[in-house]
């Protein structure tokens, strides 16, 4: 089943609102007042079929795109918000020349648009655009920056000057001859309940049964990717008592200590279910590296993206669809580093005099040296240092590695508006809903989405549901975290669902062996890139390569700064350069 739908929309604004589409898989729909097109998946058809007036008799007969159309011309805008799933949406509205566009809650679809010589484009792959209109991409230098602190760029900035990204939950409106007005329909806050811990635990577990049994039709084959964690457990264990021939695979490396094979094989059978581990090597990981890039468009230097794209590849012929359990995490406090109030709370007994002594010493102190980030961490305020769940470069270290660095750009005032939304929040919930807006999305949502799709599969997250969302925003932080785990209500919720070894088990992510292959497999591959790649006029060759050499040599961990200027490295030379760098096999060479 291919799960892949562009669609591109152009709206000429020089004319009386001249609009041309491209029709491609299906994602082309029409009235006499409307044109649709969207890519994505709504859970909630039958309540919106409810929805429609009284007068439309054939109602239960409608396809969705009727139905949408439909409750569009009744609610305009409002529709957005009543819509439960993952979509990317464009309506042209005949009548009054407007043009629509609307993204998922969450950011799962993704909707890209560019006002460019008179003429507006929006498009849920950005390739489109690009081949249409022919002019010459540019770096957008703002964004470079932020994409070396966050690993990715944050929405609503692309990497290229002039192409933008809708953000999650919002949509816009264009009319010809008006400037584009973009709003929210969905903003994600906190909210208190008084609701007692046995009833928000029946909670959880009615939603998540409702989640996953509306994401596993019947007549499709089901597949799960099967970590040693929680999350893809209790999907795993839910789903199988809704369809019990569903498939279980894991995804591992051979070295040690980076591989949850052995427990997901465990876990698979204490519940009885077919398993199959994805072994992945130096080699498979780095020729699957252009594509990836190629795929995404935007350039993401999470790691974890590999082998999540290899893993969709391998399983693309056996499953038409997978469940998964990301976001579960940002929904129920799953990071460690949420519980990262707890260990700083003795800097509150340090006298104001003494805390900028302190902190002064801590940037003097060499990098890596024991004790420096937690004298940083405790003597800084919250909204001064968390950029979200992953931080690569800092400004100092951007500056020597960029060449066209602006101090205004910092990124730090990038969520400096988030912050001060949620100020008076608890810290924990503070790095919640900075993750919700920027790493959900930018990372999380987007790998797994763009990755499954290019690989013919469709991947479900019942995690991330505007029904779990609702409960979720409702926990207090002691639901969430305690002494011993994070998720602490979750792992209470999975209790009598799931194997009792999973629950004591501690999170661990995702790990790529990175660090290790850098040093040894990679090391000659990575110089080759870091040196050879045509993007001087940007990157700072020399301190690129100096990091390198600390990193083989034991002296720092740098693999993730590394692979964030690979990554954009490679991702310059095949969406700006146009370069094919499979015809020059050297580069994919690890010897």
């Known amino acids: 089943m291919l799960c892949l739908n562009p669609f591109l929309c152009q709206l000429n604004c020089t004319t009386d609102g001249q609009f041309t589409h491209q029709q491609l898989d299906n994602t082309y729909f029409e009235t006499e007042s409307f044109t649709l097109m969207w890519q994505g998946k709504l859970y909630n058809v039958q309540q919106l079929k409810e929805l ?31 819509l439960r799933g993952k979509f990317a949406i464009v309506i042209w509205d005949k009548v009054n020349e407007t043009l629509y566009g609307a993204r998922d809650h969450f950011g799962i679809e993704s909707l890209y648009y560019v006002e460019e010589n008179n003429r507006f484009y929006a498009t849920n792959f950005k390739r489109k655009i690009k081949d249409m209109i022919h002019f010459r991409t540019t770096v957008d230098t703002r964004a470079l920056q932020h994409y070396f602190t966050f690993q990715y760029v944050p929405e609503p900035l692309t990497l290229i000057e002039n192409y933008y990204k809708l953000q999650a939950g ?66 795993t264990a839910i789903a199988q008592r809704i369809n019990p021939n569903i498939k ?45 890039v190629y795929h995404l468009e935007d350039p993401l230097a999470d790691p974890s993206a590999i082998p999540l794209y290899i893993g969709c590849q391998e399983v693309a012929a056996e499953v038409d669809i997978l469940l998964s359990g990301e976001g579960a995490d940002e929904m129920f ?36 040296t024991k004790g420096k980030s937690f004298l940083y961490r405790g003597l800084t305020p919250l909204k001064n240092r968390y950029l979200g769940n992953a931080k690569i470069f800092t400004e100092q270290e951007k500056s ?7 101090p205004n750009h910092k990124s730090q005032d990038w969520t400096k508006e988030l912050f001060d939304q949620v100020e008076h929040k608890h810290p924990t919930e503070q790095m919640q809903f900075i993750d919700w807006y920027t790493w959900l999305p930018g990372d999380i949502l987007f790998k797994a989405s763009r990755l499954s799709q290019v690989s013919g599969i469709s991947i479900r997250l019942p995690f991330v549901d505007r029904k ?8 207090t932080v002691e639901d969430k975290i305690t002494r011993q785990h994070t998720k602490a209500i979750l792992r209470e919720a999975a209790k009598g669902i799931i194997p009792d070894h999973v629950l004591e088990e501690k999170k661990r992510g995702f790990p790529v062996p990175l660090k290790k292959w850098l040093r040894h497999d990679l090391y000659i591959w990575a110089n080759r890139q ?18 390198l050499r600390e990193h083989s040599r034991g002296k720092h961990d740098h693999s993730r700064k590394l692979w964030t200027i690979i ?20 580069r994919l060479s690890l010897h």
């Open 333 to 368: 406090g799953g990071y460690e580093i949420y519980r990262e109030h707890r260990s700083l709370k003795l800097f509150n007994y340090v006298p104001s005099l003494l805390q900028d002594s302190l902190l002064q010493l801590s940037k003097r102190m060499p990098t890596g």
């Open 52 to 82: 429609l007036d009284s007068s439309d008799v054939n109602k239960k007969d409608y396809s969705i795109e009727r139905t949408i159309l439909a409750l569009f011309s009744k609610f305009n805008t409002s529709l957005f918000g009543k």
């Open 170 to 235: 919002h949509y816009f409106i264009k009319r010809t001859k008006e400037p584009l007005k973009i709003a929210a329909y969905f903003i994600p806050k906190f909210s208190k309940s008084d609701t007692k811990q046995d009833c928000k635990i029946d909670e959880i577990r009615q939603a998540l049964v409702e989640a996953i049994s509306e994401r596993i039709p019947r007549e499709k084959q089901i597949g799960t990717f099967l970590s040693g964690g929680i999350d893809s457990t209790i999907i």
């Open 530 to 547: 870091i040196k050879y790649a045509k993007t001087d006029q940007f990157i700072n060759k020399n301190y690129a390569l100096h990091l």
């Open 400 to 406: 020597t590695l960029l060449h066209n660095y602006c």
């Open 248 to 292: 279980a695979y894991t995804i591992g490396f051979s070295e040690a200590g980076y591989s949850e094979v052995k427990l997901a094989a465990r876990t698979a059978k204490s519940l009885g279910i077919e398993h199959q581990s994805i072994m992945i090597t130096p080699e498979k990981f780095i020729e699957s590296l252009p594509a990836i």
């Open 468 to 475: 779990i969302f609702d409960i979720a925003s409702q926990l």
């Open 567 to 586: 990554i954009f490295n490679m991702w310059y030379e095949m969406v700006i350069e146009e370069s094919n760098l499979l015809e020059e096999p050297w």
